[in-house]
């Protein structure tokens, strides 16, 4: 062979060989398989079934396969039908591991460098999945992309909860209590929609409460469940009260609830639960005796749930609010300023027949309203507060020295400092002074029966005297 043959052999040879490099390196690293789900907080898991024998191109199953497995792989059918369906009935134990990806707010999608062959893609559902599917995909020869979300593969229920006041036949955000029995109760109603699903079923539903409990009043004796039911408002759910009840709210701060309606397990293992929509808990509860007007009580709500993977979520409520009105009275002597101590006074709701308070006259005149007489008179004690509403202050017993005004007065009310505020007016009592008219007619009347009396008295002894 001649030099310039050898030389142009050689030069063919090396081509040859970097022609082939980058179908060795292709064939050693794989292809790129990238799953994608724009859905946070989900586990996506990606196993080998199979794997290409490189001589004989066939498939290689994983010998802890199941045979129904193995009989798919190995089949001549095209379809992934039957082969899905062995994943499905099998345990992912029996397969490797070949990738992970954790999604979060930040992290949609993962990229991994796969052999050919065949992978079982497993989607771990967390607490608000309603349904979810997983993947058969065939790597042959080309990279590959699952794009989970956008092949509908999870489907959340992205449950909500709310809360209200319940005025007869309308449901508010705010409302105003009063002391007297007949205004001290508000009903307040938690509605959550039902998440998980008979595939992925829940171990805890909580409905949570938290209450400000220096204006509402937490013990047994005034707050009342009075029905947890689902939507139809009359199919009563199982459940069991949790008082106290501490966890986290949807900050991650650990909270202090009023109480918690927690669904039992035996209804969350059933299936009629996820053919549900909605649980809805409604419930009493009582002004508190340390309540102070114009402030207003936050009420709030939110719902805690976990399902058997123990993945859980809590979902954020809404906040209601309680205020309530207090009543102040001046008592002034007529036309002036001058304050009128002693008089003693009730309030009255719109009826002016109902009695919500009672109140007496302080030095300056001024009139603070309590729950009972006694309070009123010793000026201390629980003071009687107001639902919002139109009320009357009327005396009933003056002080000496001023005549009864038995008037209704009402009172103006300032919604900005919760305050029904009036004067009212006392006349005094007109009592004659010595020296006056009326007192010296008396006077003259009375020497002039005297003198009377006493010339009578002369005349009869001088008969008496003459007759002896």
Not at 3 to 32: E, H, Q, W
Not at 111 to 131: C, M, Q, S
Not at 268 to 294: P, R
Request: negative net charge; proline residues 2%.
């Amino acid at each position: 062979m001649s030099k310039t043959k050898r030389i142009s052999a050689i030069v063919l040879a090396v081509l040859f060989v970097l022609m082939m490099v980058p179908f060795a390196a292709n064939a050693a690293s794989g292809y790129d398989f990238t799953v994608k789900c724009n859905l946070p907080d989900y586990t996506i898991t990606v196993y080998q079934v199979a794997k290409v024998n490189a001589e004989t191109g066939a498939y290689e199953v994983d010998t802890d396969a199941s045979n129904a497995v193995k009989t798919a792989v190995n089949s001549n059918e095209t379809d992934t039908t039957a082969l899905f369906n062995a994943l499905e009935a099998d345990s992912v134990s029996n397969y490797t591991a070949s990738g992970t990806l954790n999604t979060t707010a930040s992290k949609s999608q993962e990229t991994f460098n796969l052999p050919n062959g065949i992978y079982y893609v497993v989607t771990t559902p967390n607490a608000k999945t309603k349904t979810f599917s997983n993947s058969v995909v065939v790597i042959d020869g080309e990279a590959v992309t699952l794009d989970i979300t956008g092949r509908s593969k999870i489907n959340e229920g992205n449950p909500e909860v709310h809360k209200t006041i319940v005025e007869g036949t309308r449901e508010v955000s705010s409302t105003t209590l009063g002391s007297h029995t007949s205004d001290n109760t508000v009903t307040f109603k938690l509605t959550a929609t039902i998440t998980g699903s008979t595939t992925n079923k829940l171990s805890s539903y909580i409905i949570r409460d938290l209450m400000d409990t220096t204006g509402l009043s937490d013990s047994d004796s005034d707050l009342k469940i009075k029905s947890v039911t689902y939507e139809d408002g009359t199919t009563a759910v199982a459940y069991d009260k949790v008082n106290p009840l501490t966890g986290k709210n949807k900050d991650g701060v650990d909270t202090n609830y009023t109480f918690g309606i927690s669904v039992r397990n035996s209804v969350l293992n059933s299936n009629e639960f996820y053919g549900h929509e909605k649980v809805i808990v409604t419930y009493t509860t009582k002004l508190a005796n340390t309540a102070v007007n114009k402030t207003a009580y936050e009420n709030h709500d939110d719902l805690y749930y976990k399902n058997t993977s123990d993945q859980e979520d809590v979902v954020d409520g809404d906040t209601v609010t309680v205020k309530t009105y207090k009543a102040q009275l001046t008592k002034y002597q007529a036309n002036s300023t001058t304050p009128v101590p002693g008089a003693k006074f009730y309030l009255y709701k719109e009826d002016k027949s109902t009695v919500v308070g009672y109140g007496k006259s302080k030095a300056d005149g001024s009139i603070t309203f309590y729950t009972t007489e006694a309070a009123a008179e010793a000026q201390s004690g629980s003071i009687a507060y107001l639902k919002k509403g139109t009320y009357y202050a009327k005396e009933y017993e003056a002080p000496e020295g001023y005549n009864l005004n038995s008037s209704f007065v009402q009172l103006d009310e300032d919604n900005t400092n919760y305050i029904y505020s009036g004067t009212a007016y006392n006349t005094p009592t007109k009592v004659p002074k010595t020296g006056e008219a009326g007192t010296m007619a008396f006077t003259f009347a009375g020497i002039g029966l005297i003198v009377v009396a006493g010339a009578m008295f002369v005349v009869v002894m001088k008969k008496r005297s003459t007759s002896k």
